[in-house]
């Protein structure tokens, strides 16, 4: 039971403040005409946490962390992709009754890709904490820990689309949701300036 607990605390509270991989996920519930259309983003961000939390839990994170040349390369991919996504999602423009074109199934898999495994800090957040946790445990309880860490990524991510898919229902107009979009292309642009910061530093 305790690494079940611990596993479902931990990771909760990891993916739980808004990021730039949240604010994507419910995005796309809310940009596209139905909630199938959605599941691209949902799936590839859920794919990715479970790649990060395998590699956490297998220890290769001290690869990412004492390789500088990984850790720039990465934030410099990072700092492209979230550009080009901010630019995106604020010319993006809902139609009337809620209803926008959304992003293609191929869009959707690389912007998911890119907020997920080219952000640096969430990389080193999630592969250092979790990695870190789990070498309190061993066999039995390690699969556990690891499961239930996978499992509150996938419940969270679905969460979200659903809300997001929700709050378009309620926004008859789409007016809401264009403002939505103008935010979240905000703050992902403040997220690829703070890693620009830290890249120039």
Not at 149 to 160: D, M, N, P, Q, T
């Amino acid at each position: 039971m305790e690494p079940f607990i611990h596993g479902f605390l931990l990771a909760f509270g990891l993916i739980l403040p808004l990021g730039v991989q949240n604010v994507f996920v419910f995005s796309q519930g809310a940009q596209q005409k139905s909630l199938v259309r959605a599941l691209p983003a949902t799936i590839m961000a859920s794919l990715s946490d479970t790649f990060l939390i395998l590699l956490a839990v297998l220890g290769i994170s001290v690869i990412v962390s004492e390789v500088e040349q990984l850790r720039m390369l990465l934030m410099s991919a990072g700092v492209l992709f979230l550009l080009y996504m901010s630019f995106t999602m604020w010319k993006a423009k809902p139609e009337l009754h809620g209803n926008t074109e959304g992003l293609s199934i191929k869009k959707q898999i690389i912007f998911a890709l890119s907020v997920s495994l080219l952000n640096p800090h969430a990389i080193l957040d999630t592969i250092g904490v979790i990695g870190t946790s789990a070498l309190s445990y061993a066999g039995t309880e390690k699969v556990i820990f690891t499961v239930t860490c996978i499992f509150v990524s996938w419940c969270w991510f679905i969460g979200l689309t659903v809300a997001g898919s929700i709050f378009k229902r309620l926004d008859g107009s789409g007016k809401m949701l264009g403002i939505i979009n103008k935010c979240s292309a905000i703050f992902i642009f403040l997220t690829a300036c703070w890693l620009i910061r830290d890249l120039v530093s």
